[in-house]
């Protein structure tokens, strides 16, 4: 998938070295490509369908919020680590735009939630060209549900919820340069790679009966180039 993403974050010093931090993104689904194979054997063996459609609308957004305590904060070198919480959700679809399932509007809901804990540096390079870079750890639960619509066999609008425990790993870099003292560009670079371990998967049949396997495991990762302004009060 891809499509613009928009962002915003505060670092707050509410009092001596204390820190607030608060961020959000999200990112409007504009293109994207679904590989949907079933197989009849174990380990991904004797495939008996497969189809590729498309996604071409939905949402994925994020939150978080902490707090953290500055360690070193000079003209040339600052860091400081952070603990707190944080939200993923992904809205996703699946449609087909070869006219073959005209009908087809799958969805399928991710919720990744958990604490997070969060290293934030800076190091000032040549007079008013500073890097920063930041790293995050995140311990998550991950839960979401599909809807299959062209299945008549599955309930609607809830066909499965799966559940799992996981964790991700977001990283950043960045490169400012202040127009004045309280105003600066940027440009930066983030990667960012989460997963689960094995999980429940429970399927909604429409003939009242759920029935429950073993969820292997669920994988997010992607990257996101951005610039803007900064302002520091």
């Known amino acids: 998938m891809s499509g613009q993403a928009y962002n915003a974050a505060l670092q707050w010093n509410i009092w001596n070295k204390v820190m607030l931090y608060g961020s959000y993104n999200r990112v409007a689904v504009r293109s994207g490509s679904i590989s949907d194979i079933d197989y009849n054997g174990d380990n991904r063996t004797d495939a008996v369908y497969d189809e590729n459609f498309s996604d071409n609308k939905g949402n994925t957004s994020a939150w978080s919020a902490g707090a953290g305590y ?5 003209s040339f070198f600052s860091l400081t680590p952070y603990i707190g919480y944080t939200g993923n959700i992904q ?7 070869t ?3 005209p009908t087809l509007n799958s969805t399928y809901q991710a919720n990744w939630k958990g604490g997070f804990l969060k290293v934030i540096s800076s190091v000032k390079i040549w007079r008013s060209l500073k890097a920063s870079v930041d790293i995050t750890y995140n311990q998550t639960n991950y839960n979401s549900q599909g809807d299959w619509n062209l299945i008549d066999e599955f309930k609607h609008p809830v066909s499965y919820r799966q ?6 790993i977001n990283t950043g870099a960045q490169l400012s340069y202040n127009i004045i003292r309280q105003l600066s560009v940027f440009a930066g670079f983030n990667y960012f790679n989460w997963e689960t371990g094995n999980g429940t998967d429970t399927l909604y049949l429409a003939s009242g009966e759920n029935d429950k396997t073993q969820f292997n495991a669920a994988f997010r990762n992607g990257y996101q180039v951005s610039g803007g302004l900064k302002l520091t009060l």
Do not use: K, P, S
């Open 70 to 74: 500055r360690l070193f904060n000079n």
């Open 91 to 97: 809205n996703l679809y699946i449609v087909d735009e």
């Open 99 to 101: 006219g073959q399932f």
């Open 163 to 168: 559940v799992a425990d996981g964790y991700g």
